[in-house]
């Protein structure tokens, strides 16, 4: 099976702390759709941006497919923990991270927050003003169709509900031309129906484009409805992984363990 992203020992400590990740090993396939489960502090925040390289690794390898970041036919695996300068820009150009908190600038329309996906490749003085190829203005339309924003493209971001604002943010990513989504909790400031939307439209444009999507989540039900596969971290390290429907009352118990605690228990349903 091809991987997208191959983790070997990864570790993570912050200075001379305990470390967040231990020893985690585990892959990833193209186009494959992964609910990241675990408490807070168990290390999916940490995860996700080591595999980004937001935060450098302590330990451990991050291998990815070198064609992914040129555009080559190389079947060659790249290390991003040791990756250069040059290495890690060319991959953050093809991984779309979406925040909790949307990150968008308010008091910018929203064609503008979109099209700003594709600054890391665009002419830097045009950028500065915004005068972008038609080209790209036409794509960024594109990508707000395919969200459902379409008639919203003028309007200052801030204008926006808080899930029409992270859909926002799902079509700026759409404009790297991404082969990974991260999602670190897309959904935890939205209320259940608004949840449903964002996470719909994220698997919708994921399945279309063959992208490989990583989303941590908090609630149980929403994990097993989205996730092709399931994760579940526990003290840096995972305790579960496989199929929705292999993750039984007792596994989920093993992730949502928390010591001193019997069973610090998983918000099972969008409706809680």
């Known amino acids: 099976m091809d991987l997208m992203i191959d983790v070997q020992g990864l570790q993570k400590a912050y200075g001379d702390g305990d470390l967040i990740l231990k020893d985690v090993s585990v892959s990833f396939a193209p186009g494959e759709f992964v609910a990241i489960l675990g408490l807070s502090g168990a290390g999916k925040?940490?995860?996700l941006r080591c595999l980004n390289r937001?935060?450098?690794?302590?330990g451990g390898r991050i291998?990815?497919?070198r064609a992914v970041l040129d555009g080559g036919t190389s079947t060659e695996s790249l290390d991003l923990v040791a990756a250069g300068?040059?290495?890690?820009?060319?991959?953050?150009?093809?991984?779309?991270?979406i925040f909790q908190q949307f990150n968008l600038v308010k008091r910018m329309s929203v064609l503008d927050n979109v099209l700003s996906g594709t600054l890391g490749e665009a002419n830097p003085f045009m950028s500065l003003f915004r005068a972008f190829p038609r080209s790209e203005r036409e794509r960024a339309l594109r990508n707000l169709d395919r969200v459902g924003l379409?008639?919203?493209a003028y309007q200052r971001a801030d204008t926006l509900s808080g899930g029409q604002q992270q859909r926002v943010a799902i079509a700026r990513a759409l404009m790297q031309r991404p082969k990974v989504i991260l999602a670190d909790e897309p959904v935890a400031s939205l209320d259940p129906k608004l949840s449903v939307q964002v996470l719909d439209t994220l698997k919708r444009v994921a399945e279309e484009d063959g992208i490989t999507v990583l989303?941590?989540?908090?609630?149980?039900?929403l994990a097993?409805?989205?996730g092709d596969r399931i994760i579940g971290f526990q003290g840096g390290r995972i305790v579960?992984?496989?199929?929705?429907?292999?993750l039984s009352d007792e596994e989920v118990e093993r992730v949502y363990f928390r010591e001193g605690y019997e069973y610090a228990a998983a918000p099972r349903t969008i409706l809680a």
Do not use: C, N
Request: hydrophobic share 40%; no cysteine.
């Open 85 to 97: 300068p040059r290495e890690l820009r060319l991959w953050r150009r093809r991984v779309g991270m």
């Open 150 to 152: 379409l008639d919203q």
């Open 54 to 58: 937001l935060i450098a690794p302590s």
């Open 240 to 246: 579960f992984d496989g199929k929705p429907e292999t």
């Open 224 to 226: 097993k409805t989205y």
């Open 215 to 221: 989303v941590s989540l908090h609630v149980l039900d």
């Open 63 to 65: 291998m990815v497919p």
């Open 45 to 47: 925040s940490t995860f």
